[in-house]
Each structure stands twice: as structure tokens, then as C-alpha cells.
């Protein structure tokens, strides 16, 4: 391997672009590395022992830096040449994170091992982050780089889930099912399994549905997160840390809540019994997260479009996903292979304490085996159901248990898993998939609702006057008002 630059980095403009190479040479090893199967601790120890030298040889970098991109009488050639060098040494860095944590290089990184100290590297980000729009593209603290890792015990058994094989078995049981005793979505009112179904028409207990009046004329459209601009996903990303800065309303303290986005947090805690393994989970959630977005909007001055993330993208390789970025929400450590999480460090969320659920940090532990399972066969596999009931329980236990298993430790904690602002984003995947199924057959799927309200048996059918609660964050809605996404109520499409 080439030796690491040390003192021999100098701030000359070419010998600076020799080492944005360099660095970008040492990203590139770090990852073939990590990808690789030798995971050595010999190889690793000299993959640090290099970034060390990198970040801090006989003088800070990212004070030099900092200092550099905020003085006026640099030319504007030298400017964005440190701009481009910080971007490089993050990267490094971003990747650095993923690597899975050995605990005897921890004392490399988080020591005083070549000048590199928690002093020197206080607050020198502060003129990259005023030259790059707020974003900190270089290294802000040791923290960010010190590994802290978490028992994933604590976070309890994670989410529900069924094989890709059960899903496909089951889609092709249910629809066999429904054909032989005519009642499948052909049929003008498209029951499932349990033979009760509800529509925009009708209502089991008076024949009657409740609405919010609105209506929907010019749909917002929710934008993948890879197809928003820089500037607009600092804003959203921006937008959430504003409900973690804003104080609690207090009536929620009795769940812990000690921001206006753990009051969030806590409904859904409070709530997991008649959210989840029950009829109203799509409906809920289509609500939930339009509370979100109301709060974004009405208390955080948000007025960028909503955004989702396509996990069926990424299936299989959450670490790589650009929603795991050390800019906006933070990296993605995979778990390690002694079944741990990491503390995240960086992002708009790194460092803060989480305390719906159980004091803890903001954690993630990947895991490409559950990860693989948000794939479109999967998606395509529960929406070839044609019974609502059958179709979101393979949505729920599914893609959706995948999805927080996937991301692990805080999205994992059924409860309080909203705790991770990437829940939403998780959110808008599982609600587009839904969109999906209501689309392919609008006149019989747009309205349709079936199955249990309750585990109770026998249970309370669900209908479409069912009512949907946040506990008071914003007034409640009912199933019927949040079935059409441009429906008045809400008032939004999908950019695919």
C-alpha cells in the first residue's frame, strides 16, 4: 500500500489535488476491504493507521480547511480546490464508519494517536458549513469517527415477517380462494378472506361514510430521495431536526417524549396494539405520516415537496444507499458479526439521545440478509393479491418487517421505531406499494378495506368509518378519508 502523506501534505494547490487523489485511492481500498472477505484485523489496523496520517499529521486539516474555505482573500480557484479535499477526506470518512467495528482499533481512532485529538477537532467545520449552505462536508468532531456500539437485545425480537416463497403460496391460495366462492376483485364490491369489504358507497353499520371536506386539485407529488435536489434535501432533513430541537407539548412525558418529535415517537408507541397485525395498518400509516408532514409544514416552516425512499432499489444493499449519507441522515453501519449496532455520529441526527422507549443513541445495524426482501418480486408478490386483507398483511409482514429489520436496532423496536427519522421515509416505500395495488384496479381497490380491527375472536370487522388517532397531535381522521391519496384529505401522488 503507498505510504500515507503525513507532513509531507502541504497546501500547495497541485500537491493538493495530488492528494484528492490519494484520498479518493484510499476510499476506494477501504471499501474493497470492507467488501472484500478478508477481514483482517493486520489490514484494517494499516487502513487506519493511513487515515490517521490523512486527517491529522503535523497539522489539523480540517482547521486549515475551515479556515481556508472562510477567508475572502483566497482566491476562489483555492476555495473550491479545499472544498473539493474536504468532500474527499468525508468520504473516507463516511466509508470509514461502515467498516465493521473491531473493538482493539477503536483506541486508534478515538486516542490522541498522531495529534489527532477531540480538542483540534471542536468546532474547525464551522467555515465549510457556512461556504457549502449549511452542509458540514468535513470531519466536525472525533465522534464522528469513534465507533459506539449497542446490544441489539434491548431492542427486543424486531418485526414480523414472511418468507418471499410464503407470500407467492399464499397470493395464489387467497385468489383461488376467492374465485371459487365469487367474491374475488372482479366482482363490483372485492371482498377477501374474510368476505366482508368496504367501499367509498357503503358502510357495514348505517350505510353512511364520514369525510373531511377538501379537495384536491394540484397533487403534490412526493419525490424519491435520490431525485431531490441538495438544497431540498438539506431542507427537509433541516425541516425534522426542527421538531427534535422544539420542546415537548408535556402530554406525552408519561412515554418519555422530551422534544416535539418524540411526542411523534410516542403516539405510535402508545398505539403499537391497534396499529400493527390488524386491518388498519396501511390506513394508519397513510395518516401517520401525514401527521408528520403536517408537523414538517405547520411547526418547522418545511415547504419543500415530501419525500420517500424506493427501498426496492437498494434491496440487498441498504449500507450503499444514498439515504444513508453522512450529510443529511446519517451513515448506515451494517451489524456486526457479534450481533451489535453502532451508534450513529454523524448527519443531522448524530449524537443525540433518544428517550421514547429507553434512553439510548440513534442506532443502526444493517442487515443485507432482511434488506433483500424489499425487493419488487416481493412488492409484485403481495399485490398480485386481490383482496385487500390478504394484500396488506403480506405488505405489513413483508417488505415492511424487512424494512425496519433491515435498517435494525432503533427501526427494529417495533414501538418506538419511529425514533429513526428514516422510519418515514421506510413509510413512504410501504404507502407507495399500496398506491400500486389501489391503482391496478381503481374501481374496485380504491375504497376497499377488510379484515380485523381487533385480535379480539371473534373480531370487529374493520369499515371505512373506522377512526384514526393521534392522540390529539392533529385531529383525528377515519379509514374513508385517507383511502384516496387525492381524495381532499389528502392530496398528493407519487413521482413513480
Known sequence: MTQAPGSRWRTT??????????????????????RGTDKNDAALQVLLEELCLLAASDWNVATYYGEALSAPQL?????????????????????????????????????ETHGFSRRNLGPSSAGVANHAGGLELGPRTLANICVRL????????????????????????????????NTSSSSS?????????????????????????????????????????DADKTAFVQAVRCLVDLPASGA???AGSQNRYEDLV??????????HSVAQFLPWHRYYVHVFESLLREECSYAGPMTWWNEALDAGNFASSPVFNAQWFGSGPLKTSDGQGTCIA????????????????????????????????????????????????CSEFGPHGYGHNGVGAVMSQVPASPSDPVFFMHHGFVDHSWVLWQNADIPNRLYQVNGCSDTANPCTQLTTNYVLSSQGLRPDATVNDVMDTQGGYLCYVYDS
Open 150 to 181: 449497542v446490544d441489539l437485545s434491548i431492542f427486543g425480537p424486531g418485526f414480523q415477517t414472511i418468507t418471499l416463497e410464503e407470500a407467492k403460496a399464499n397470493a395464489e391460495i387467497n385468489n383461488a380462494k376467492n374465485t371459487l366462492t
Open 252 to 254: 406525552f412525558s408519561g
Open 13 to 34: 494547490a497541485g500537491r493538493e489535488n495530488r492528494e484528492v487523489e490519494k484520498t479518493q485511492a484510499y476510499r476506494l481500498e477501504l471499501e474493497m476491504t470492507y
Open 266 to 275: 410516542a403516539v405510535h408507541s402508545q398505539m403499537t396494539g391497534s396499529i
Open 346 to 393: 454523524d448527519g443531522a441526527f448524530g449524537g443525540i439521545t433518544l428517550h421514547v422507549g429507553g434512553d439510548r443513541c440513534l442506532s443502526r445495524a444493517i442487515d443485507e440478509s432482511a434488506t433483500s426482501n424489499c425487493n419488487t418480486d416481493f412488492v409484485n408478490s403481495c399485490n398480485s393479491n386481490n383482496a385487500y386483507s390478504d394484500m396488506e398483511s
Open 75 to 111: 482566491p476562489a480557484g483555492q476555495q473550491v480546490t479545499a472544498l473539493g479535499h474536504v468532500t474527499a477526506v468525508n468520504q473516507v470518512l463516511s466509508v470509514l464508519v461502515r467498516i465493521e467495528p473491531q473493538r482493539k482499533l477503536v483506541g486508534r481512532l478515538c486516542g
Open 189 to 229: 364490491t372485492g371482498a377477501g378472506k374474510d368476505g366482508n369489504v368496504q367501499t367509498a358507497e357503503t358502510d357495514a353499520e348505517d350505510g353512511t361514510v364520514t369525510t373531511q371536506a377538501g379537495t384536491c386539485t394540484a397533487p403534490a407529488t412526493r419525490i424519491e430521495w435520490r431525485s431531490l435536489s
